[in-house]
């Protein structure tokens, strides 16, 4: 089960695990209505927290992730709260725009920053398991690219000489916070499965 209602993370997920035999299915799909509240200070206790939750729910293994970007200009004012920066009515348009305010006038050199995900594995009975991935980049003045999904259009990654949003889902899945973090689960997963 995937704690989450993204369907971009959702698709991602399934994407990464899709050679192994197991199912991924959203809590949504799975009709579970639990709300999390991401109060956590750390993207470990907010993982945590939505896959223990959506574990206890559903009574099967829940992965859950919480990520955010952190930018070097702007020090504690993203990264846990990445998703509720500038207030809960603004959407991923609204949020990037309020980024490209906030750094109005910060240099080029100024404008580094990482992704980070942090995956939180629960099973019933048992220990939770935690998988990390970073990306780093740069935060740009305009959006570019039409894919992915958040901060992904204004996201630079210097050797991919593209923004996130101009990835393919395959090389996204393969270099981005999300699918390092998620690569590691799967290597994880199917050592488990063999076992």
Same mark, same amino acid.
């Given at each position: 089960?995937?704690? !989450?209602?993204?369907?971009?993370?959702?698709?991602?997920?399934?994407?990464?695990?899709?050679?192994?035999?197991?199912e991924v299915l959203s809590q949504d799909e799975a009709g579970i209505d639990a709300e999390v509240?991401?109060?956590? =200070?750390?993207?470990?206790?907010?993982?945590? %927290?939505?896959?223990? !939750?959506?574990?206890?729910?559903?009574?099967?293994?829940?992965?859950?992730?919480?990520?955010?970007?952190?930018?070097?200009?702007?020090?504690?004012?993203?990264?846990?709260?990445?998703? +509720?920066?500038?207030?809960?009515?603004?959407?991923? #348009?609204?949020?990037?725009?309020?980024?490209?305010?906030?750094? @109005?006038?910060?240099?080029?050199? %100024?404008?580094?920053? +990482?992704?980070?995900?942090?995956?939180?594995?629960?099973?019933?009975?048992? @220990?939770?398991?935690?998988?990390?991935?970073?990306?780093?980049?740069?935060?740009?003045?305009?959006?570019?690219?039409?894919?992915?999904? #958040?901060?992904?259009?204004?996201?630079?990654?210097?050797? =991919?000489?593209? !923004?996130?949003?101009?990835?393919?889902?395959? !090389?996204?899945?393969?270099?981005?916070?999300?699918?390092?973090?998620?690569?590691?689960?799967? +290597?994880?997963?199917?050592?488990?499965?063999?076992?």
């Open positions: 089960m995937l704690a !989450t209602r993204n369907a971009g993370k959702l698709r991602e997920v399934r994407a990464a695990l899709g050679d192994l035999p197991v509240i991401e109060d956590g =200070q750390t993207y470990a206790e907010n993982a945590l %927290k939505k896959a223990e !939750t959506i574990c206890r729910a559903s009574g099967v293994p829940a992965l859950a992730d919480d990520s955010g970007v952190e930018v070097d200009a702007l020090p504690g004012e993203l990264g846990v709260h990445s998703a +509720r920066f500038g207030g809960e009515g603004l959407d991923d #348009g609204g949020r990037n725009r309020l980024l490209i305010e906030r750094l @109005e006038g910060v240099a080029e050199d %100024k404008r580094g920053g +990482r992704y980070v995900c942090v995956l939180a594995f629960c099973r019933p009975g048992e @220990e939770p398991v935690f998988f990390e991935g970073e990306l780093p980049g740069r935060v740009l003045d305009a959006p570019r690219g039409e894919g992915g999904f #958040g901060y992904d259009p204004l996201f630079y990654l210097p050797d =991919q000489n593209c !923004t996130a949003a101009e990835l393919d889902l395959e !090389t996204k899945n393969r270099i981005s916070h999300r699918g390092r973090a998620l690569a590691a689960f799967r +290597r994880w997963l199917a050592g488990e499965l063999k076992a």
